[in-house]
């Protein structure tokens, strides 16, 4: 498998972000870009948000690079930094992901 | 009721599975089956997948697929189960492990595959397998009534999580029917659970649909949460 480099995962997940803005019928300031908080203090998400957000951005993935993941797993969950706190984090989470 | 449906029932190949396939077939309605074997159901509106619901990179294929498809899924049918009866004492590990895969893991598994696509249209409706065994806390059957109750309250969880997505999630408790998940059951043990019932009668495949046709009815959209026991048990 191709290696799937991070500016792509990147596109990925701030377009999914982007057009998750209407479903969640709230606008998500990207001012910060990658720094950008998505859950757990002052995150811009609540919970049921970011159940949302996380099954969208799978099924891009999958549909965008013919991988099927499952980003809510254990790994995830038992980070000291929690890969959804920060779009930077879910995308370098990510690329770990896909890249295995 | 709506006639161009999606419905996904697992453990299609035969028994109550098999009988809601031919019964949605016969009213128009699209029809997507799966079980371990493959089917010799032949009808131009229905689709096989082979599959255990227990392995949860085949059931996310099967729900890739049905994506790529039909784009939905309106109903699915948590039917796929299996049952064992023996004494407590004497019932190895891994028959409780093969029981709650397949009962719970597989009903878990497919329903949350099952809710990620109907989220999409703020509908859906999941029905359970739950059964009576768990009202009547049959003797021989603990591991199988533990996995059937396990079903229930996770039905009851996710109605409440699901609720906001426009999902509904219920169960349906059948009596036992002539099917091959009771074949090695003794018959003294079946008059003896139908003397329990209210309603003294085996269950049919008819009773069981009638179920299901409500929970699936667009005017049950304001029912969730609930387990409908056959034959007039009460738990």
């Known amino acids: 498998m191709n290696k799937i480099n991070r500016e792509k995962i990147s596109e990925l997940v701030f377009n999914c972000i982007k057009n998750f803005q209407e479903e969640y019928e709230q606008v998500i300031d990207f001012s910060e870009g ?16 970011l159940v949302s957000l996380v099954v969208n951005i799978e099924e891009d993935i999958e549909s965008d690079l013919g991988i099927s993941v499952i980003l809510a797993d254990e790994r995830a969950m038992s980070r000291r930094s929690s890969p959804f706190s920060r779009i930077g984090n879910l995308i370098d989470y990510i690329e770990e992901l896909v890249s295995k | 009721m709506k006639k161009n449906q999606i419905v996904l029932i697992t453990g299609s190949r035969k028994g109550i599975g098999r009988h809601l396939s031919e019964y949605f077939l016969a009213l128009g309605k699209q029809v997507i089956g799966c079980s371990r074997s493959e089917s010799d159901l032949d009808n131009e509106y229905y689709t096989h997948f082979c599959l255990d619901v227990t392995d949860e990179v085949a059931v996310k294929e099967m729900f890739s697929q049905i994506r790529k498809d039909y784009g939905r899924i309106d109903v699915l049918i948590n039917n796929a189960g299996i049952a064992s009866m023996n004494h407590f004492l004497l019932t190895p590990l891994n028959t409780v492990e093969k029981i709650f895969m397949t009962n719970f893991n597989g009903t878990f ?62 169960c349906v408790a059948p009596t036992p029917i002539d099917t091959d998940l009771i074949k090695a059951v003794p018959k003294n043990k079946i ?45």
């Open chain 1, 34 to 49: 990658e720094q950008t908080r998505l859950f757990g203090g002052n995150g811009q998400l609540d919970s049921l948000g």
């Open chain 2, 109 to 170: 598994l497919c329903s949350r595959e099952a809710s990620k696509l109907m989220r999409k249209n703020k509908n859906g409706r999941i029905i359970n397998f739950s059964s009576v065994a768990v009202a009547l806390n049959l003797e021989g059957e603990a591991i199988y009534a533990a996995s059937k109750c396990a079903v229930e309250q996770l039905s009851k969880v996710m109605s409440k999580e699901l609720g906001g997505l426009g999902i509904t999630v219920n």
């Open chain 2, 191 to 235: 008059e003896e659970l139908i003397s329990n019932q209210s309603i003294k009668r085996m269950g049919l495949f008819e009773d069981v649909i009638n179920v299901i046709e409500f929970f699936m009815d667009e005017k049950s959209s304001f029912i969730s949460g609930q387990t409908l026991y056959l034959g007039g048990i009460i738990k």
